[in-house]
């Protein structure tokens, strides 16, 4: 079993998908956490669910980054706690410095919904432990600010998903966002904090039309069983 | 020029003798403006209101009828969907991002008021042709705003329609429906009844918002610039809205809410009187407690302030605390403003004194009603000539029609709507009807807007039924059971006898098409005076239907799938080209006739399309409607992710244009898997429904031909497909 | 010549960003604040030397473009070409 926590802040609105997934899809243990908790005893792994946090006023993910719960995930993080940042939590975890870089309005100006492809590009992580090097993934985005930007050169942290084609090129023309270097989703140097702006509770079920999104959550059990855990 | 104290708030000298009466006295000035917001034609629907009543509204399916927050529908296993579509369009037309924005947040109220978790939303939007900056202006900021406070409130954008129209250039039309669940013994109604019960004002605080603003405008026409009309503007904030969503329904899952109703035109007062009216009750309110966000607001500023993202909740006496402490877990404000009384008044107090006491259902069931005078309804009798020339070349005909803004890929507006979030959407924007699953059971819900203000235009009577019959065949399309549907009616001046016996035929055409099909009425919308010195939009009734699915994992969405699989004409093709956007693009002409529905093929070719569905034998579907069988193959293949296409034989008709182009049939076209082929014609020749087998799926290419004429069309999907994705960029 | 153009909801109008960030700050123990509201500023170089004409021409700007004048105000700030 591993134990799964939910942080909702006011605004989040892809919480009771990201719960639902855990719950009725992995059939695992899984809690909400609000937005005050200043303890995280009890779960092993943090997922910060997307949606607009307190509206994205000022920007997006920065008030969400400075409540008092974010104090206890930079400690659980920094225990070697697992966190997964799904949209605006990714924006909220670079917010928070818990990895490296910004998320900037997307080049085209304009919200995007709709599916990309994204290739696995490393696979020791415990977020991609399952899933195979340059497998390509079909997960649905939805952002208005997913053009990410790295905040110093060379890049800190570690690169886990980049924009593709259908075939695993990376393209131009596949980059939904403006990207720097087609990123999608990274990972700090530890490996144990990871943000993404695909969806992949949005495809993880039969009924939804696409599954490509729960090989993303099998990996953390996997992980789990395999190395049994983290010295928290 | 001194106007007189009732044309002021947009009254009759007659209307303010009327309020005399119910007083028994004159009113204040408070109170004159109470009954002015409260009968103008938004508020009381004064001049529909004979009109509307003999829409059906009663089945076994539905729960909630026309009167309520939203309507309510039983799907089975103890749920129940609530829902309703309104309209937005004088704010719209005046600050199009906010304008839009606001009327998503007024109709998720009205959904979460009855208790039901808001699960998608769909937008009918209107506007001028695209080559005027002021055009693109509007259709750009209605779609930032719909994009800015559905996404931010956390429901998905499944659906709807746009249409571009020069009878829309100066009135765009912007309507917003909403759906949600809810189980069926939680269903919350908005009424204050309960002698001593207590009044609180829940959510944002109250600003000037929208004093002498958006009801009156919709009330009038527009006659001055409507940049002059600005001071009334309405700011949303759809974060707000998210929590108050929370919240209510934390409170709801208590018992301590007698009813709960939101905060939308006429403010407070509209509020106030309605909960009233529905509990028989009186209520007495302090506007002290209101918490304010200006200074100095006088107490007609605080009755009709139209702030947003506020409810009115009436709690049962000492559980005030109960609805305190879920507000502000929430972060917002909830304070008890007043309370249920038992003398059928409202009564209005500021600092200490009375300042206004009115009977309530003076303000709701006893406003003014007319029977407007009714003159020729305004349609096109010139019909189709017989020699209207067949097109000199097919392929260049159908890439222009698909390539026309009325008709091509909404992709560039719904890929800036979240259509996904709260992972229920099963069947995404693009096909006939969005399909939702119910988490926790089998079932699924269909979802569909769809308007027709040409067909209206040319003929107001079958126009409305054939939109009714087109959202049922929409729904069938994609194996769902249509249940009811909710209206939006959006017109001209009322007070034009053209205008208005126009709409008492829609209103005909859309009720003998509600009995015929079995999908009542459960409420709606009248928007009146869309027309600027005397230049009305075309009668725009906008139908939200919605439908259930008994196994959401068996439903049809278009787009061919699988190579060599027939494809099969149900129903019938039409037999001429009135009304169609084929002559609307090509040879830009606007003429009838428009035919009566076929209420009985639609009936039947919807059991045997869901019956076909439901066994899996129906590979993909598409009802046939703008644009006819051309479009309806050329979407099929542009929407196939396996780039295929189709090569098809006309039926032999000595018309193909008439074939290709004529949206005046009842007919869906749908892929059948090549082994259940004999099994499905024959089930649909069992059930009366013609099945026409009319060619095969094939790699890459839409081929069209006809036995007399040969090779009409020849076209590769590639070309099909950037002249369909590019039609509104 | 350098211009400074401010906008900022008019007064009256709800500012949900101002709102949400005012909260936040005394969240963060910063409880003198009492109010917040949102804008933008947008820094313009114009290729014109008579201050006079630039607060013209800017005003015009932010009238046909910069600012949204259902709800929004602007403010002009003339700046000194740098002597």
Same mark, same amino acid.
């Given at each position: 079993?591993?134990?799964?926590?939910?942080?909702?802040?006011?605004?989040?609105?892809?919480?009771?998908?990201?719960?639902?997934?855990?719950?009725?899809?992995?059939?695992?243990?899984?809690?909400?956490?609000?937005?005050?908790?200043?303890?995280?005893?009890?779960?092993?792994?943090?997922?910060?669910?997307?949606?607009?946090?307190?509206?994205?006023?000022?920007?997006?993910?920065?008030?969400?980054?400075?409540?008092?719960?974010?104090?206890?995930?930079?400690?659980?993080?920094?225990?070697?706690?697992?966190?997964?940042?799904?949209?605006?939590?990714?924006?909220?975890?670079?917010?928070?410095?818990?990895?490296?870089?910004?998320?900037?309005?997307?080049?085209?100006?304009?919200?995007?919904?709709?599916?990309?492809?994204?290739?696995?590009?490393?696979?020791?992580?415990?977020?991609?432990?399952?899933?195979?090097?340059?497998?390509?993934?079909?997960?649905?985005?939805?952002?208005?600010?997913?053009?990410?930007?790295?905040?110093?050169?060379?890049?800190?942290?570690?690169?886990?998903?980049?924009?593709?084609?259908?075939?695993?090129?990376?393209?131009?023309?596949?980059?939904?966002?403006?990207?720097?270097?087609?990123?999608?989703?990274?990972?700090?140097?530890?490996?144990?904090?990871?943000?993404?702006?695909?969806?992949?509770?949005?495809?993880?079920?039969?009924?939804?039309?696409?599954?490509?999104?729960?090989?993303?959550?099998?990996?953390?059990?996997?992980?789990?069983?395999?190395?049994?855990?983290?010295?928290? | 020029?001194?106007?007189?104290?009732?044309?002021?708030?947009?009254?009759?000298?007659?209307?303010?003798?009327?309020?005399?009466?119910?007083?028994?006295?004159?009113?204040?000035?408070?109170?004159?403006?109470?009954?002015?917001?409260?009968?103008?034609?938004?508020?009381?629907?004064?001049?529909?209101?004979?009109?509307?009543?003999?829409?059906?509204?009663?089945?076994?399916?539905?729960?909630?009828?026309?009167?309520?927050?939203?309507?309510?529908?039983?799907?089975?296993?103890?749920?129940?969907?609530?829902?309703?579509?309104?309209?937005?369009?004088?704010?719209?037309?005046?600050?199009?991002?906010?304008?839009?924005?606001?009327?998503?947040?007024?109709?998720?109220?009205?959904?979460?008021?009855?208790?039901?978790?808001?699960?998608?939303?769909?937008?009918?939007?209107?506007?001028?042709?695209?080559?005027?900056?002021?055009?693109?202006?509007?259709?750009?900021?209605?779609?930032?705003?719909?994009?800015?406070?559905?996404?931010?409130?956390?429901?998905?954008?499944?659906?709807?329609?746009?249409?571009?129209?020069?009878?829309?250039?100066?009135?765009?039309?912007?309507?917003?429906?909403?759906?949600?669940?809810?189980?069926?013994?939680? #269903?919350?109604?908005?009424?204050?009844?309960?002698?001593?019960?207590?009044?609180?004002?829940?959510?944002?605080?109250?600003?000037?918002?929208?004093?002498?603003?958006?009801?009156?405008?919709?009330?009038?026409?527009?006659?001055?610039?409507?940049?002059?009309?600005?001071?009334?503007?309405?700011?949303?904030?759809?974060?707000?809205?998210?929590?108050?969503?929370?919240?209510?329904?934390?409170?709801?899952?208590?018992?301590?809410?007698?009813?709960?109703?939101?905060?939308?035109?006429?403010?407070?007062?509209?509020?106030?009187?309605?909960?009233?009216?529905?509990?028989?009750?009186?209520?007495?309110?302090?506007?002290?407690?209101?918490?304010?966000?200006?200074?100095?607001?006088?107490?007609?500023?605080?009755?009709?302030?139209?702030?947003?993202?506020?409810?009115?909740?009436?709690?049962?006496?000492?559980?005030?605390?109960?609805?305190?402490?879920?507000?502000?877990?929430?972060?917002?404000?909830?304070?008890?403003?007043?309370?249920?009384?038992?003398?059928?008044?409202?009564?209005?107090?500021?600092?200490?004194?009375?300042?206004?006491?009115?009977?309530?259902?003076? #303000?709701?069931?006893?406003?003014?009603?007319?029977?407007?005078?009714?003159?020729?309804?305004?349609?096109?009798?010139?019909?189709?000539?017989?020699?209207?020339?067949?097109?000199?070349?097919?392929?260049?005909?159908?890439?222009?029609?698909?390539?026309?803004?009325?008709?091509?890929?909404?992709?560039?507006?719904?890929?800036?709507?979240?259509?996904?979030?709260?992972?229920?959407?099963?069947?995404?924007?693009?096909?006939?009807?969005?399909?939702?699953?119910?988490?926790?059971?089998?079932?699924?819900?269909?979802?569909?807007?769809?308007?027709?203000?040409?067909?209206?235009?040319?003929?107001?009577?079958?126009?409305?039924?054939?939109?009714?019959?087109?959202?049922?065949?929409?729904?069938?399309?994609?194996?769902?059971?249509?249940?009811?549907?909710?209206?939006?009616?959006?017109?001209?001046?009322?007070?034009?006898?053209?205008?208005?016996?126009?709409?008492?035929?829609?209103?005909?055409?859309?009720?003998?098409?509600?009995?015929?099909?079995?999908?009542?009425?459960?409420?709606?919308?009248?928007?009146?005076?869309?027309?600027?010195?005397?230049?009305?939009?075309?009668?725009?009734?906008?139908?939200?239907?919605?439908?259930?699915?008994?196994?959401?994992?068996?439903?049809?969405?278009?787009?061919?799938?699988?190579?060599?699989?027939?494809?099969?004409?149900?129903?019938?093709?039409?037999?001429?080209?009135?009304?169609?956007?084929?002559?609307?693009?090509?040879?830009?002409?606007?003429?009838?006739?428009?035919?009566?529905?076929?209420?009985?093929?639609?009936?039947?070719?919807?059991?045997?399309?869901?019956?076909?569905?439901?066994?899996?034998?129906?590979?993909?579907?598409?009802?046939?409607?703008?644009?006819? #069988?051309?479009?309806?193959?050329?979407?099929?293949?542009?929407?196939?992710?396996?780039?295929?296409?189709?090569?098809?034989?006309?039926?032999?008709?000595?018309?193909?244009?008439?074939?290709?182009?004529?949206?005046?049939?009842?007919?869906?076209?749908?892929?059948?898997?090549?082994?259940?082929?004999?099994?499905?014609?024959?089930?649909?020749?069992?059930?009366?429904?013609?099945?026409?087998?009319?060619?095969?799926?094939?790699?890459?290419?839409?081929?069209?031909?006809?036995?007399?004429?040969?090779?009409?069309?020849?076209?590769?999907?590639?070309?099909?497909?950037?002249?369909?994705?590019?039609?509104?960029? | 010549?350098?211009?400074?153009?401010?906008?900022?909801?008019?007064?009256?109008?709800?500012?949900?960003?101002?709102?949400?960030?005012?909260?936040?700050?005394?969240?963060?123990?910063?409880?003198?604040?009492?109010?917040?509201?949102?804008?933008?500023?947008?820094?313009?170089?114009?290729?014109?030397?008579?201050?006079?004409?630039?607060?013209?021409?800017?005003?015009?700007?932010?009238?046909?473009?910069?600012?949204?004048?259902?709800?929004?105000?602007?403010?002009?700030?003339?700046?000194?070409?740098?002597?």
């Amino acid at each position: 079993m591993m134990r799964f926590g939910v942080i909702r802040f006011h605004g989040s609105n892809c919480d009771r998908d990201c719960y639902h997934v855990v719950d009725r899809v992995l059939q695992q243990p899984v809690y909400w956490i609000e937005q005050n908790q200043k303890d995280l005893a009890g779960v092993d792994v943090v997922l910060i669910p997307g949606g607009f946090s307190y509206g994205d006023y000022l920007r997006a993910g920065a008030i969400a980054a400075r409540t008092p719960v974010m104090d206890a995930v930079r400690e659980f993080a920094e225990r070697g706690g697992l966190v997964l940042g799904i949209c605006n939590g990714f924006q909220i975890l670079c917010e928070a410095g818990l990895l490296p870089g910004a998320l900037m309005v997307n080049a085209s100006l304009r919200f995007a919904c709709h599916f990309a492809h994204v290739r696995v590009e490393a696979v020791d992580t415990p977020f991609t432990w399952a899933l195979s090097p340059g497998a390509v993934l079909r997960i649905p985005i939805a952002h208005h600010q997913g053009n990410f930007q790295p905040d110093v050169t060379p890049f800190q942290g570690r690169v886990l998903f980049r924009y593709c084609d259908a075939e695993g090129h990376i393209v131009p023309a596949a980059n939904p966002n403006g990207s720097w270097e087609a990123v999608a989703g990274i990972a700090n140097g530890r490996g144990n904090v990871v943000g993404m702006m695909p969806h992949p509770e949005r495809c993880s079920e039969a009924v939804l039309g696409a599954t490509d999104g729960v090989g993303i959550f099998r990996s953390l059990l996997c992980w789990w069983e395999e190395v049994g855990g983290y010295d928290v | 020029m001194t106007s007189s104290v009732w044309e002021a708030v947009g009254l009759t000298e007659a209307e303010y003798r009327k309020i005399g009466e119910y007083l028994g006295r004159d009113p204040n000035a408070l109170e004159l403006g109470i009954y002015g917001l409260m009968w103008s034609e938004h508020c009381s629907y004064k001049s529909s209101k004979r009109h509307l009543e003999t829409l059906p509204t009663e089945g076994p399916q539905v729960l909630q009828g026309p009167g309520e927050n939203a309507g309510v529908v039983d799907i089975g296993e103890d749920i129940a969907v609530a829902f309703r579509i309104e309209s937005h369009n004088h704010p719209s037309a005046i600050e199009p991002v906010q304008g839009a924005a606001t009327g998503v947040g007024g109709i998720l109220r009205d959904i979460f008021a009855m208790g039901a978790q808001p699960i998608a939303l769909l937008d009918s939007l209107r506007f001028g042709n695209l080559d005027t900056p002021r055009v693109r202006y509007l259709f750009e900021g209605v779609v930032e705003g719909i994009s800015w406070y559905g996404n931010c409130v956390g429901v998905p954008t499944v659906g709807g329609e746009i249409y571009f129209d020069d009878a829309y250039r100066d009135n765009p039309l912007v309507n917003v429906m909403c759906l949600g669940l809810v189980e069926k013994d939680r #269903l919350v109604l908005g009424k204050a009844a309960g002698t001593g019960n207590s009044v609180l004002l829940v959510g944002a605080p109250t600003g000037r918002d929208g004093i002498h603003g958006a009801s009156l405008l919709a009330s009038r026409e527009f006659l001055e610039e409507p940049e002059d009309m600005r001071p009334a503007v309405q700011v949303g904030d759809p974060f707000r809205e998210k929590l108050l969503i929370e919240a209510s329904l934390e409170l709801l899952q208590g018992d301590a809410v007698i009813g709960i109703n939101d905060l939308g035109a006429a403010g407070l007062a509209s509020a106030c009187s309605e909960t009233a009216t529905r509990g028989g009750s009186g209520m007495s309110l302090d506007l002290d407690q209101v918490p304010r966000r200006e200074e100095g607001m006088t107490p007609y500023e605080v009755m009709l302030s139209e702030s947003q993202e506020r409810m009115l909740v009436i709690v049962e006496a000492g559980r005030e605390a109960e609805v305190y402490r879920v507000f502000e877990k929430w972060g917002l404000d909830a304070v008890q403003i007043g309370e249920v009384t038992d003398d059928g008044a409202l009564s209005v107090y500021h600092q200490g004194q009375e300042v206004a006491r009115i009977p309530v259902t003076s #303000l709701t069931e006893g406003a003014p009603v007319y029977d407007r005078p009714m003159g020729e309804p305004l349609m096109v009798r010139e019909t189709v000539s017989e020699d209207v020339l067949p097109p000199p070349d097919y392929n260049e005909a159908l890439l222009t029609l698909v390539g026309d803004p009325n008709l091509c890929s909404r992709r560039w507006v719904y890929e800036q709507y979240d259509h996904m979030v709260g992972i229920n959407t099963v069947v995404y924007p693009g096909s006939d009807a969005a399909v939702l699953r119910v988490k926790g059971t089998q079932k699924g819900i269909a979802a569909v807007t769809d308007g027709n203000g040409l067909l209206c235009h040319v003929d107001p009577y079958r126009g409305a039924a054939r939109v009714v019959a087109e959202s049922y065949r929409n729904l069938s399309a994609t194996g769902a059971l249509p249940l009811a549907i909710t209206n939006c009616l959006n017109f001209g001046n009322p007070e034009r006898p053209e205008i208005m016996a126009t709409f008492s035929d829609v209103i005909r055409g859309m009720g003998d098409a509600c009995r015929a099909l079995n999908t009542p009425v459960t409420g709606g919308n009248v928007s009146f005076y869309n027309e600027t010195q005397r230049r009305s939009v075309y009668p725009t009734p906008v139908v939200g239907m919605i439908g259930v699915l008994d196994d959401v994992n068996k439903y049809g969405k278009t787009g061919f799938t699988t190579l060599d699989n027939p494809v099969v004409l149900l129903g019938d093709l039409g037999t001429h080209l009135g009304a169609s956007q084929y002559l609307r693009v090509t040879q830009n002409q606007i003429v009838g006739p428009v035919s009566e529905p076929n209420y009985e093929l639609e009936r039947r070719m919807g059991t045997v399309c869901r019956e076909g569905i439901r066994r899996g034998w129906i590979a993909s579907t598409h009802d046939i409607s703008d644009g006819g #069988l051309g479009v309806a193959l050329a979407e099929s293949a542009a929407l196939s992710s396996e780039q295929l296409g189709a090569n098809i034989a006309l039926p032999n008709d000595p018309r193909p244009d008439v074939s290709l182009f004529s949206e005046a049939g009842t007919a869906i076209l749908v892929e059948v898997f090549s082994a259940d082929i004999e099994e499905f014609l024959e089930r649909a020749r069992a059930m009366g429904c013609p099945a026409q087998p009319i060619g095969q799926v094939i790699p890459a290419e839409l081929l069209i031909s006809h036995k007399d004429f040969g090779l009409l069309v020849n076209l590769p999907i590639s070309k099909i497909r950037q002249s369909w994705e590019e039609g509104l960029q | 010549m350098r211009v400074n153009v401010y906008i900022r909801l008019k007064g009256g109008v709800l500012d949900p960003e101002g709102e949400t960030i005012k909260n936040s700050l005394q969240g963060l123990h910063f409880s003198e604040v009492q109010s917040v509201r949102a804008g933008k500023v947008f820094q313009l170089e114009l290729s014109e030397e008579d201050p006079a004409r630039a607060r013209q021409r800017s005003e015009e700007m932010c009238r046909q473009l910069l600012a949204n004048p259902v709800i929004e105000d602007y403010q002009i700030e003339i700046m000194e070409p740098p002597s």
